[in-house]
């Protein structure tokens, strides 16, 4: 049995150590293997697991260090991805039953640029489903636990990538924000999480959500591991049309550096009325942190983020009701059972023709239509079926104007906001979500509540800004709390160096006890 003590290193230290020789990558897999199986039935992250294939990969690795050929940045050292991105050598379900048994033929950029780099690849993590969620129930297939307490969940929709970290199932993951998904289950499971800017992450190869907020980023236990994970994936990729053409400035080398002159913003309406008092007392005291080390805090207005979790709500299920159409089970996907829906119709024609009514037998399907009714209704969930409803309704004739062209003009308000208030300032802090962990099942049957949870994260998508999630304490009950910090566009760096300042003169959270 591998050394256990392994899985509680940084990946940067498993890096050093790997490159000095005091540890192999197969040692290093085989004890994250290890941890996987020890835990994950409890906890859920993983929908597989490619033990057989990350030895091989660990093995080649090894035998490649050994004799003294160049390596990536990553080499060695496990990843585990969100279920989402494709890889040729792996299934991508989208946590769905409509991609059930999918085997992509091509590897996402993000896949290509990992294996570039030597990662591990170990194994696909839980989501909700299609990526429509933010507690991680919605999977077809298993829910996600959060490792500081088993009855509450992890958050969404990449619940299983923060989960996996937290738990000590893998040192990197990779997750997808396309409302907070990547923040808000880093906050509730105690870990970081990074939403780059938009287009400096390739998406070539993720399976859309929503296309114009959708971005791929990484969650680790520290900010330097984030910095490095979110070295080896982002950059220009012309495959991808909105990625950005800006030469990438690396995060790593420079993430210890602290800031001088810092400025940090405030948001007033961040601490209005909902907000949890130990959420509250947990930011405000990081936040006086950062003025104690030298740091100028500086109010700064949003006043159109209110507006943020109502537009985001029109504009995300309109493009998700659009980049969900192929899924007909005639172009992609689950595919209904053509013989029950040919019984079906037959049935249905017989019953009309006998009772003479010509206007029900006007009504019936065509077999086409009801093939494509019969797959979606099998194969899409019920949060997905919600989404796909709102979007069509936003885009219906007669509502476009009202809905979704209004919610895009809203959109572009908020971004004038956040360019005004980052003349100001250098990064926004405030907190992450209005709670810590809530309870599996607590808001299931409550969308609403449910869409509530996005409310401080919504608006970094929307306006395409980089946005980190780091602990910032825990509650009374030992739950993790998170704190936000947003940049400029294509600030990464200095982004990741605000956090680091933070993280530095913070206390860092164990692994929870499972």
Sequence with gaps: MADPSLTSLSAAEQLRRLASGDLTSVELTRAYLDRIAAVDERVGAFLRVSGDRAIEQAESIDRRRAAGEGLGPLA????????????ADELCTCASKMLEGFRPPYD????????????????RTNM???AMGGSTENSAFQPTRNPWDLRRSPGGSSGGAAAAVAAGEAPLSIGTDTGGSIRQPAALCGVVGLKPTYGRVSRYGLVAFASSLDQVGPLARTV????????????????????????????????????????????PEHYAEGLDPEVRSAVESAIEGYRQRGAEVVQVELPHARYGVATYYVIAPSEASSNLSRYDGIHYGHRADESQVA??????????????????????????????RKSRT????????????????ALSEGYADAYYLKALKVRRLIREDYDRAFEKVDVIAGPVTAAPAFKLGELVDDPLSMYLVD??????????????????GQSKSGLPIGLQLMAPHLQEPRLLRAARMHEAASPTLPTPSL
């Excluded at 060695?76 to 890889?87: I, N, Q, R, T």
């Excluded at 996402?108 to 194994?123: H, N």
């Design 343 to 372: 019984a079906e119709l037959a049935a249905e024609r017989k019953a009309a023709s006998e009772s003479g009514d010509k206007a029900a037998l006007a009504k019936i399907d065509s077999a086409l239509v009801r093939l494509y």
């Design 108 to 123: 996402a950029t993000v896949v290509e640029r990992l294996k570039a780099a030597d990662a591990v690849l170990i194994g």
């Design 455 to 472: 409310l401080y994260t919504v608006s970094a998508n929307l306006a395409g800004l980089p946005a980190v999630s780091l602990p910032c």
């Design 378 to 393: 099998e194969g899409f969930g019920p949060e997905v079926k919600r989404r796909i409803m709102l979007g069509v309704y």
């Design 128 to 130: 909700d489903e299609f």
């Design 76 to 87: 060695g050292v496990p990843v585990a991805v969100k279920d989402v991105l494709c890889d």
């Design 224 to 267: 330097e591991d984030v910095a490095l994970l979110y070295d080896a994936i982002a950059g220009h990729d012309p495959r991808d049309s909105t990625s950005l053409p800006n030469e990438l400035r690396p995060a790593a080398p420079e993430v210890d550096k602290p800031l001088e002159g810092l400025r940090v913003g405030v948001v």
